[in-house]
């Protein structure tokens, strides 16, 4: 029998109701198991030694060293907090998926600044199941391939077509012109080239160099330039909105049927603050992840002709049916056919990791794999990590397109796996099936009409954001 029943027989109730308190407090003092680990300096603990610049495609000497270290689950001081960093598979679908119950989002503060309170990214709770029931209403799969599908092909060649045959393009800037004025044009219903839209493009430039910039709001600061272009693309899309309710036009009714503004605009009971925060959040969302994907499946395909090869005679077989059809402009029909493109798709969020990691906090204690994680405590999973981990995929650093091929050990489906370039749980990425469509598209019509090389060698740095330190420059020469 053990003591706590033989005490609850023998013991008088004030007597028994010390013990109980004087038991659980002992339980309390019980130490926490910390995962091991560094705290670093006082205040900036690790920090600039986890965001230092190292290749995109290496998970960064720190990491690598601290893995090796303390194992995949560790903890540090991050960011101005304590933080636990993981680069175990299992821990990061558990904190994605209790996402509200033992985790939240939780953004550093110069993040939630220049994104705005009400940003998607940022928000909780059920403001955030609104703002994301309304997202994925509008990118649903019925809108991708009705509307969406189009407007992406068309966004895409007004680009490619504007390469001369053997002249040195900026990749990196193409790509974003690409994913800039199609997110212009689905948000706001903007036309590429024209005035108002080439001035919202310069505004975000700015706007976009705060976010990675230290949180000083100083004069002549990054930071301090950031928030004054955020304030100048919430006035233009304010503008936008009171263009909307005055206007009387059937012609303008249509439009904000068609675009986010419009939509969210008729959809909802937002506030105007809030959907000012969503549409920029979307507008962020929405062209630099996609850009820089883009980006680095050509830099990944230039040094893999077989890859190209097997690509290039997919999109053949599709061209040539089509041709014998008739049809022109890529149908739906013909995206699902592109598997090896997904294939390569993969691999490169994989190798590229456009978003590395995501910010988390405990809201309560939770114990993982025999390790406490305490309440308030800042949470990272590293995806990139688990992406570059060689016990989970084979020769990581390799690109690999095939080793995604039904069958294979890493064909699983996005955000179940190992495998989470997009995150998971009730904040998975809501334009992953956008993302991989303009992606697809991207790469058909480059592999029919261009044979590309690099102009000059270049690579990409992790920090801030994954980027090629030279636009990554390459020489295109059309195929006749
Ligand atoms: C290759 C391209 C992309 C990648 C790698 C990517 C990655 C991600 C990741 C990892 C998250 C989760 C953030 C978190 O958990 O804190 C996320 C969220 C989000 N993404 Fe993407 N994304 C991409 C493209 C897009 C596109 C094209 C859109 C369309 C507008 C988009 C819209 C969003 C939105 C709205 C969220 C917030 C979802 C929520 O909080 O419920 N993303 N993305």
Redesign the pocket.
Known sequence: MSAVVVLLFFLPPTILAMFLIWNSSKKQRKPLKIPPGNIGWPFIGETIAYLKPHLATSMGEFMEQHISRFGKIYSSNLFGEPTIVSADPELNRFI?HNEGRLFE?SYPRNVRQILGEWS??VVVGNM?REM?TI?LNF?SHARLRKQMLREVERHILLVLNSWEDDSTISTQEEAKKFTFNL?AKYILNLDPGKAETEQLKREYVTFMKGMISAPLNLPGTAYKKALQSRSCILKFIGQKMEERRSSTYDECKKIEEDDLLGWVSKQTNLSTEQILDLIL??LF??HE??S??IAFSVYFLECCPKAVHQLREEHLEIARRKKQLGEFGLSWEDYKQMEFTQCVINET?RLAN??RF??RRALRDVQFKGYDIPRGWKVIPD?AAVHLDPSLYHHPQEFNPWRWKTGSSNATTTGTSNFM???GG???????E??KL??AVFLHHLVLNYRWESDEPDHAIAFPFPHFTKGLPIKVHTIT
């Open positions: 994605l989002c998607m990214l955030h994301r997202s990118m997110m959040s979307m969302a929405g992840t996609s820089v994907a969020l456009v978003v995501v910010h995806f370039p997009f995150g009730p904040r998975l990425c809501a334009g992953l956008l993302a303009e992606m």
